[in-house]
Protein backbone atom coordinates (compact mmCIF):
# COMPACT_ATOMS: atom_id res chain seq x y z
CA UNK A 1 0.00 0.00 0.00
CA UNK A 2 1.04 3.21 -0.64
CA UNK A 3 1.73 5.72 2.14
CA UNK A 4 -1.48 6.99 3.56
CA UNK A 5 -2.94 9.82 2.71
CA UNK A 6 -2.68 13.12 5.07
CA UNK A 7 -5.82 14.35 7.13
CA UNK A 8 -5.53 17.46 4.83
CA UNK A 9 -5.46 15.06 1.77
CA UNK A 10 -8.34 13.06 3.13
CA UNK A 11 -10.41 16.41 3.63
CA UNK A 12 -9.82 17.63 0.59
CA UNK A 13 -10.69 14.00 -1.11
CA UNK A 14 -14.20 13.77 1.19
CA UNK A 15 -14.62 17.40 0.09
CA UNK A 16 -14.41 16.54 -3.54
CA UNK A 17 -16.45 13.63 -3.16
CA UNK A 18 -19.55 15.58 -1.12
CA UNK A 19 -19.38 18.28 -3.72
CA UNK A 20 -20.06 15.87 -6.46
CA UNK A 21 -22.90 14.05 -4.66
CA UNK A 22 -24.69 17.06 -3.91
CA UNK A 23 -24.74 18.73 -7.31
CA UNK A 24 -25.37 15.30 -8.81
CA UNK A 25 -28.43 14.76 -6.78
CA UNK A 26 -29.36 18.45 -7.10
CA UNK A 27 -28.93 18.05 -11.20
CA UNK A 28 -26.04 20.72 -11.25
CA UNK A 29 -22.88 20.91 -12.97
CA UNK A 30 -19.55 19.49 -11.17
CA UNK A 31 -17.31 22.29 -10.29
CA UNK A 32 -14.39 22.59 -11.69
CA UNK A 33 -11.06 20.69 -9.79
CA UNK A 34 -7.76 22.49 -10.55
CA UNK A 35 -4.89 20.50 -10.19
CA UNK A 36 -2.84 22.95 -8.64
CA UNK A 37 -4.64 23.12 -5.36
CA UNK A 38 -4.10 19.08 -4.89
CA UNK A 39 -0.56 17.65 -3.79
CA UNK A 40 1.68 14.93 -6.23
CA UNK A 41 -0.12 12.77 -4.26
CA UNK A 42 -3.80 13.20 -5.17
CA UNK A 43 -2.55 13.89 -8.76
CA UNK A 44 -1.08 10.79 -9.13
CA UNK A 45 -2.65 8.42 -11.00
CA UNK A 46 -5.27 6.48 -8.39
CA UNK A 47 -7.99 3.89 -7.72
CA UNK A 48 -10.79 4.83 -5.07
CA UNK A 49 -14.13 3.60 -4.28
CA UNK A 50 -16.85 5.65 -2.73
CA UNK A 51 -19.51 4.81 -0.78
CA UNK A 52 -22.87 6.49 0.25
CA UNK A 53 -24.69 5.45 3.18
CA UNK A 54 -27.78 6.78 5.05
CA UNK A 55 -28.63 6.46 8.36
CA UNK A 56 -26.37 3.64 8.55
CA UNK A 57 -27.25 1.38 5.56
CA UNK A 58 -25.74 1.12 2.43
CA UNK A 59 -26.76 3.78 -0.38
CA UNK A 60 -24.35 3.25 -3.20
CA UNK A 61 -20.82 2.31 -3.91
CA UNK A 62 -19.17 2.39 -6.72
CA UNK A 63 -15.12 2.12 -7.58
CA UNK A 64 -12.67 0.51 -9.90
CA UNK A 65 -9.78 -1.47 -9.60
CA UNK A 66 -7.27 -0.11 -11.65
CA UNK A 67 -5.59 3.68 -11.36
CA UNK A 68 -5.53 5.33 -14.39
CA UNK A 69 -6.71 8.73 -13.99
CA UNK A 70 -5.60 11.04 -11.25
CA UNK A 71 -7.09 9.89 -7.52
CA UNK A 72 -8.68 13.07 -7.06
CA UNK A 73 -10.76 13.29 -10.23
CA UNK A 74 -10.89 9.22 -9.89
CA UNK A 75 -12.70 10.28 -6.42
CA UNK A 76 -15.24 13.06 -7.86
CA UNK A 77 -16.17 10.28 -10.76
CA UNK A 78 -16.84 7.75 -8.05
CA UNK A 79 -19.18 9.83 -6.25
CA UNK A 80 -21.23 10.89 -9.11
CA UNK A 81 -21.64 7.29 -10.14
CA UNK A 82 -22.44 6.29 -6.57
CA UNK A 83 -24.96 8.62 -6.33
CA UNK A 84 -26.73 8.39 -9.72
CA UNK A 85 -25.62 5.15 -11.19
CA UNK A 86 -25.58 2.29 -8.54
CA UNK A 87 -28.13 -0.35 -10.22
CA UNK A 88 -29.06 -1.37 -6.85
CA UNK A 89 -30.68 2.01 -6.00
CA UNK A 90 -32.21 4.88 -7.18
CA UNK A 91 -30.34 7.92 -7.82
CA UNK A 92 -29.53 9.92 -4.71
CA UNK A 93 -32.54 12.67 -3.93
CA UNK A 94 -31.39 16.35 -2.46
CA UNK A 95 -33.89 15.77 0.33
CA UNK A 96 -31.49 12.65 1.66
CA UNK A 97 -28.42 14.87 1.04
CA UNK A 98 -27.84 16.11 4.94
CA UNK A 99 -28.59 12.19 6.33
CA UNK A 100 -26.01 10.95 3.54
CA UNK A 101 -23.12 9.84 4.84
CA UNK A 102 -19.26 9.46 1.88
CA UNK A 103 -16.07 6.85 2.54
CA UNK A 104 -13.66 6.86 0.24
CA UNK A 105 -11.43 4.44 -0.25
CA UNK A 106 -8.38 3.91 -1.75
CA UNK A 107 -6.84 1.42 -3.29
CA UNK A 108 -3.41 -0.17 -3.42
CA UNK A 109 -2.57 -1.99 -6.64
CA UNK A 110 -4.19 -5.72 -6.55
CA UNK A 111 -1.95 -8.22 -6.77
CA UNK A 112 -2.64 -11.79 -7.77
CA UNK A 113 -3.04 -14.55 -4.64
CA UNK A 114 -1.50 -17.83 -5.76
CA UNK A 115 -2.73 -20.95 -4.05
CA UNK A 116 -3.47 -24.72 -4.88
CA UNK A 117 -6.25 -25.55 -3.17
CA UNK A 118 -9.67 -24.49 -1.91
CA UNK A 119 -7.87 -24.58 1.93
CA UNK A 120 -4.74 -22.57 0.89
CA UNK A 121 -6.81 -20.32 -0.51
CA UNK A 122 -8.84 -20.00 3.34
CA UNK A 123 -5.46 -20.08 4.90
CA UNK A 124 -3.93 -17.01 2.46
CA UNK A 125 -6.57 -14.59 2.94
CA UNK A 126 -6.56 -11.90 5.44
CA UNK A 127 -9.53 -11.02 6.95
CA UNK A 128 -10.18 -7.37 7.50
CA UNK A 129 -7.13 -6.59 5.70
CA UNK A 130 -7.57 -7.91 1.94
CA UNK A 131 -9.83 -6.48 -0.72
CA UNK A 132 -10.65 -9.62 -2.57
CA UNK A 133 -11.29 -9.84 -6.28
CA UNK A 134 -12.39 -12.85 -7.92
CA UNK A 135 -12.54 -13.35 -12.33
CA UNK A 136 -13.45 -16.35 -14.04
CA UNK A 137 -13.57 -15.63 -17.07
CA UNK A 138 -15.31 -12.20 -17.84
CA UNK A 139 -17.07 -12.50 -14.38
CA UNK A 140 -15.19 -10.61 -11.94
CA UNK A 141 -16.31 -9.11 -8.87
CA UNK A 142 -14.93 -7.50 -5.78
CA UNK A 143 -15.71 -6.94 -2.17
CA UNK A 144 -13.56 -4.48 -0.09
CA UNK A 145 -11.57 -4.85 3.03
CA UNK A 146 -14.54 -3.68 5.37
CA UNK A 147 -16.62 -5.99 3.75
CA UNK A 148 -15.12 -8.84 6.21
CA UNK A 149 -16.81 -6.69 9.36
CA UNK A 150 -20.44 -8.12 7.91
CA UNK A 151 -19.04 -11.56 6.85
CA UNK A 152 -15.62 -12.70 8.95
CA UNK A 153 -15.95 -16.26 7.66
CA UNK A 154 -13.45 -16.64 5.15
CA UNK A 155 -15.97 -19.44 3.51
CA UNK A 156 -19.08 -16.86 3.78
CA UNK A 157 -17.06 -14.15 2.24
CA UNK A 158 -15.99 -16.11 -0.60
CA UNK A 159 -19.47 -17.86 -1.14
CA UNK A 160 -20.82 -14.01 -0.86
CA UNK A 161 -18.45 -12.80 -3.53
CA UNK A 162 -19.34 -15.75 -5.65
CA UNK A 163 -22.99 -14.54 -6.03
CA UNK A 164 -21.77 -11.00 -6.46
CA UNK A 165 -20.11 -12.23 -9.39
CA UNK A 166 -22.77 -14.44 -10.46
CA UNK A 167 -22.29 -17.81 -10.19
CA UNK A 168 -22.65 -20.44 -7.49
CA UNK A 169 -21.23 -19.69 -4.18
CA UNK A 170 -19.77 -22.90 -4.03
CA UNK A 171 -17.46 -22.68 -7.71
CA UNK A 172 -14.65 -21.33 -5.54
CA UNK A 173 -14.00 -24.42 -4.05
CA UNK A 174 -14.72 -27.01 -7.21
CA UNK A 175 -12.78 -24.83 -9.98
CA UNK A 176 -9.48 -22.71 -9.49
CA UNK A 177 -10.34 -19.20 -9.50
CA UNK A 178 -8.26 -15.82 -10.58
CA UNK A 179 -7.88 -14.15 -7.12
CA UNK A 180 -5.88 -10.50 -6.74
CA UNK A 181 -6.04 -8.78 -3.00
CA UNK A 182 -5.14 -5.10 -2.28
CA UNK A 183 -5.51 -3.01 0.99
CA UNK A 184 -7.36 0.71 1.25
CA UNK A 185 -6.69 3.56 2.98
CA UNK A 186 -10.08 4.14 4.14
CA UNK A 187 -11.58 7.43 5.47
CA UNK A 188 -15.50 9.28 5.47
CA UNK A 189 -16.99 11.68 7.25
Known amino acids: MPEKLSLEE ?9 E ?3 ATARNQPLPKLDPNNYSYTLTDQGASFVTLSL ?29 SQDPRFNPVRPIELDRVKIEVS ?3 QPEPL ?3 SPEELLQLLKPGEDGVILSDG ?19 FLRQLCRKMGVSPDL ?13 DEFSE
Open 10 to 18: QKQLLDIAR
Open 138 to 156: NRRATFLPQVWAELPDPRQ
Open 172 to 184: WEHKKLNVETYRV
Open 106 to 108: RLS
Open 114 to 116: EYD
Open 55 to 83: DGRLRGCIGTLEAYEPLYLDVQKRAVQAA
Open 20 to 22: AVN
